[in-house]
């Protein structure tokens, strides 16, 4: 399936809200680190409920831009602000419709591993990013996350699964340099006492400890020289 069906499946059951309630636990300390000052045009890859190019807009940023490939999923976006510097365009990752040195700064959560082809992706996006710009990566599904494997098969579109280490090889080769790499914990998601594992998946209390309070969110932060 494209992920133009796809994710207008999941915008038009309403859960681009739902995710982004989950996504919003980790992603907000990424994009309390951006380092958006006024004047700024921030792009926001994946943008599903639009929430974190609204936070970008509050943060500062002149202009952020939300792009998704879903149709749907852009159109509940714009329903939900009314703030001219705020705008979502339909459009796909590994053809950024935009032009050369467009942004300062692009932010994307749980949305990059799913691009038709990753490397041709950082090239576009160090292609928009004007030099001195970031690139704050953000992605629950990676490979020393193993409670991640298996969300391949709920969903019929392809989606890339690296590593740490093929992140930052990647970002090099498109010529991005790293600034940083961590994982930022999810401390907020209740986890339930033992009685009541085994639970969405976890055997035992010990397993969600370290998906969520351990492993979290991966966050590669990428820099155009
Ligand atoms: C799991 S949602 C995450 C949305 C949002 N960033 C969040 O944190 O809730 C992934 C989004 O990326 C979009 N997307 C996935 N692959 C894409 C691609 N190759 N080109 C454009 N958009 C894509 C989907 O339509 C979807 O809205």
């Known amino acids: 399936m494209s992920v133009r069906r796809e994710f207008d499946q999941w915008a038009e059951r ?9 996504h919003w636990n980790t992603a907000k300390h990424v994009l309390a680190r951006m380092p958006i000052e006024a004047g700024d045009r921030v792009l926001d890859l994946g943008t599903g409920s639009g929430y974190a190019a609204r936070t970008l807009g509050s943060l500062g940023a002149d202009l952020a831009v939300g792009i998704d490939g879903s149709p749907a999923m852009a159109r509940n976006a714009r329903s939900y602000t009314d703030d001219d510097r705020i705008g979502f365009v339909v459009g796909v990752f590994d053809h950024l419709p935009f032009a050369d ?66 992140y930052r090889d990647a970002f090099r080769d498109a010529g991005f340099s790293v600034a940083t790499q961590d994982n930022v914990p999810d401390r907020e998601i209740e986890i339930p006492p033992a009685e009541e594992f085994p639970i969405d998946g976890y055997d035992n209390r010990e397993e969600m400890i370290e998906r969520y309070r351990e492993l979290g969110t991966l966050v590669t932060v990428g820099v155009v020289p």
Not at 14 to 22: K, L, P, Q, Y
Not at 114 to 141: I, K, M, N, Q, W
């Open 101 to 166: 040195d467009s942004f300062d700064h692009c932010f994307s959560m749980e949305a990059f591993y799913y691009a038709g082809d990753p490397h041709r992706t950082l090239a576009e996006l160090r292609r928009v990013l004007r030099s001195g710009g970031t690139f704050h990566c953000a992605v629950d599904y990676y490979e020393e996350n193993v409670y991640a494997h298996d969300w391949q098969e709920n969903i019929d579109v392809e989606m890339t699964l690296w590593s740490a280490a093929e």
């Open 14 to 22: 309403g859960r681009d809200r739902e995710i982004a309630g989950r």
